[in-house]
């Protein structure tokens, strides 16, 4: 099987298996897991930040700041089509009390100008306890639903200064934050610099089996290992997944380079398919989505599917394939290969 459905998909390698089997662990609910800290010590100095959080999950960490930075009965901006809102069952408003101002997009990013006009500014005429305050602004980087975009740098830098002007704390939820570095030469330490906390996943495209973090001041994640433990993330001898992540996080970075040219390979074979349309310019990292035209989306997989290949689909026409660890350059032009007969099929 050539599994295209996600990064999440992957299995850990033999060398990350040893790592783990060898974990040194303690209990991470009593801060005494060494190989956790270590994970978590390692990742606030990538991003230059004071401190990590190792959490069970992305959704989790993200969850966890959205509690942090706001009140319930706040508003949150973030990009129509965010993973905070359309993939996380509704936790903003269930565990936060938030309400989410989808602005809209381009490629998963607005600009300092939206920012700015979302942010309230009532006349003296309007009393102030009528205004909802926006106590936070969220930003995808790399943007899973745009199709793994990045956010250019210096756009990123006037939205969280334009949030920081308005009072607004800023989040980024950089699940592929490390796709984004990779492809564009900017650190991940550049892209977190202007942002309160950042929420990275090691169980993407660095292959870990489990787990992100949750990246800022030692304040905040002092305050974060609150919510943590309130939301059930505490989770005793994590150094033994901490430990794949930690390989993970020394071994697998680089090679996410190969995963942008087997998305590119993908997607070069698709774009010339016919019956499917892709625009080959919106491939910036490890995702592809196309459509389908002579079929639906759920026909097509299906199909796909008797030929040894998965994808997901996501919508009537609409397909992702995603580059992974497991996937190698002859896998993509098998799956090309399958591809054309589960469309004449
Ligand atoms: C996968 C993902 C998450 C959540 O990660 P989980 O570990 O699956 O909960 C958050 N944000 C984005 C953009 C993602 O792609």
Not at 28 to 42: G, H, I, K, S
Not at 56 to 68: E, H, V
Not at 314 to 342: F, Q, T, W, Y
């Amino acid at each position: 099987m050539i599994d295209l459905r996600s990064d999440t998909v992957t299995q850990p390698t033999d060398a990350m298996r040893r790592a783990m089997a060898d974990a040194e662990v303690g209990d991470d609910v009593f801060a005494d897991d060494p190989t956790v800290r270590r994970l978590e010590e390692t990742v606030a100095g990538l991003l230059s930040k004071e401190d990590a959080m190792y959490v069970p999950s992305g959704t989790m960490s993200n969850q966890i700041a959205l509690r942090l930075h706001t009140r319930p009965g706040d508003v949150v901006l973030a990009a129509a089509g965010a993973h905070i809102d359309t993939h996380e069952m509704g936790g903003a408003n269930a565990l936060a009390g938030l309400t989410i101002n989808q602005l809209p997009a381009k490629r998963g990013t607005f600009t300092a100008q939206q920012v700015t006009a979302a942010l309230p500014d009532p006349p003296k005429s309007i009393p102030p306890y009528l205004v909802q305050p926006v106590s936070l602004v969220e930003v995808e980087n790399t943007h899973n639903g745009a199709g793994g975009t990045i956010w250019p740098l210096a756009q990123l830098d006037e939205v969280s200064a334009a949030a920081t002007a308005g009072g607004a704390a800023t989040h980024m939820d950089g699940a592929r934050l490390w796709n984004a570095a990779v492809a564009t030469g900017v650190s991940e330490a550049e892209f977190a610099a202007g942002f309160h906390t950042v929420s990275v996943c090691f169980s993407k495209g660095l292959g870990a089996p489990v787990g992100s973090a949750l990246i800022g001041s030692a304040e905040l994640i002092a305050t974060a290992r609150r919510f943590k433990q309130m939301y059930g993330g505490g989770f005793r001898q994590a150094g033994i997944i901490a430990a794949g992540a930690l390989y993970a996080l020394n071994h697998h970075r680089d090679r996410l380079s190969d995963d942008h040219v087997n998305a590119s390979r993908l997607a070069a074979g698709l774009a010339e398919t016919p019956g499917v349309e892709l625009d080959l310019s919106s491939v910036e990292t490890n995702i592809v989505y196309f459509e389908v035209t002579t079929k639906t989306a759920a026909e097509f997989c299906d199909q796909l599917l008797d030929e040894g290949v998965a994808m997901l689909p996501l919508g009537a026409h609409k397909v992702r394939a995603v580059a992974n660890l497991m996937v190698g350059s002859a896998d993509i032009d098998a799956a090309l290969k399958a591809i054309g007969r589960a469309l004449v099929a």
